[in-house]
C-alpha cells in the first residue's frame, strides 16, 4: 500500500474484504445484550484508508485507526476479539435497535457463543453499495487488513495509463507467478444500470418516432383545416378580425384534442410509470407537474407544427378569400 500511495499517479490506495457493486454477500451473527434476539448484519472487512477512498462520511463517533491495537479486529471463528472496536452504518444502528449517534459506545456480542464484546466507536452515513434498487443494508465494518484481500486505487485523472502500468508493474514484481484481475468501478456501476439505459434509449426512439408521426399528421389537417375554412376566415376578416385572432382560433382548435388526449394518458403513464419505480429501492415521487410538463410539451409542439398554416391564413388578403373556388 505504501508504495501504491507513493506514486503521483495513485491518489489513493485502500483494501477491503469485497467492492461496491459486487453481489457478494457477508453477514455476521451477533447478539444485543439484554435482548435475546440473534441479528445478522452484513460485514464488511476494510482497512482505516477505505472510508477517505470511497468518501464515506461519518455521522457520529470516530474512524478506525491501525495505531490503536483494539480497533483491529480478525474475523475468524479461533480469534479473540473481546474489546476490540468496529464501524457500523445509520441501517445497522436502527437494526440494532439503537438510535443514530446515541450507538456510538454501545457493545454487541460476537463470535462463538457471542463471547467476544465489540465496542461500536463511529456510526458511518449510509452508503448505497448494491445500487438503487436495493435498500442500504445493516452493515458493520471490520479493521480486518488479514482478510481484506482486493485493493482500491483511486487514479489522478490527468494520467490514468500511467498509473494502471503502475499497479500492474508492482503486481508482477509481488506476484509474478499469479495473473492480475482488476477492473474500474464506474464499469460495475454501468452493469446495474446497462438494462435500465438501453430500455431508456428504446422508450426514447419509440418517442421521437411518435412525435414524428403526430406531427406530419397534424401538418396535414391544419393545411386541410385552413384551406376548408378560407371563405370563414375571410368573413371574419371582413367584419373586423384582427390576424392574431385568426392565429388563435386556429390554434385553439387543435389545442383542444390535444388536451384531452393527455387527459386520457396521464392515468394510464401514472399507473406504469408507478409500477416501473416500484422497483427501485429510493424512487422519486410522481409529481403531477411531470405530467404537467409533459402536457405542456405537447401543446407547444402542435403549436409549432400548425402555426406557420395558421398564419399564412390569417394573413391573406380576405378579398382572395372571399372569391375562394
Known sequence: ??????????????????TPF????????VQVPGQPATLTPELFQITPEFIDLYGMKLAAGRMLSDKR???????????????HNILINEAAARYLGFTGPGAVGKTIRQGED???GLHIVGVLRDAGFKGARKRVQPTMYFNDRKYSNVVSVRLAGRDVPRGIAFVDSLWHRMMPSVAISRSFLDDSFEDLYRA????????????AIAIAISALGLFGL????????????????????????????????FSLPVLIANLIAWPIAWYYLHGWLQGFAYRIPLNPLYFAGAGLAALVI?????????LRVARANPIHALRYE
Do not use: C, Y
Open 1 to 18: 500500500m505504501t508504495q501504491l500511495r507513493a506514486h503521483p499517479g495513485i491518489i489513493a490506495a485502500a483494501s477491503s474484504g469485497d
Open 69 to 83: 491495537g483494539e480497533d483491529i479486529v480478525i474475523n475468524s471463528p479461533d480469534a479473540h476479539n473481546d474489546g
Open 22 to 29: 459486487s453481489q457478494s454477500l457477508r453477514i455476521e451473527s
Open 114 to 116: 457471542f463471547k467476544n
Open 222 to 253: 391544419a393545411a386541410f383545416t385552413a384551406e376548408r375554412r378560407t371563405k370563414e376566415i375571410g368573413i371574419r376578416k371582413a367584419f373586423g378580425a384582427r390576424t392574431r385572432n385568426v392565429v388563435f382560433l386556429l390554434l385553439w382548435q
Open 196 to 207: 435500465d439505459v438501453k430500455q431508456g434509449e428504446l422508450f426514447a426512439t419509440f418517442v
Open 302 to 310: 402542435a403549436w409549432i407544427t400548425i402555426f406557420s398554416h395558421a
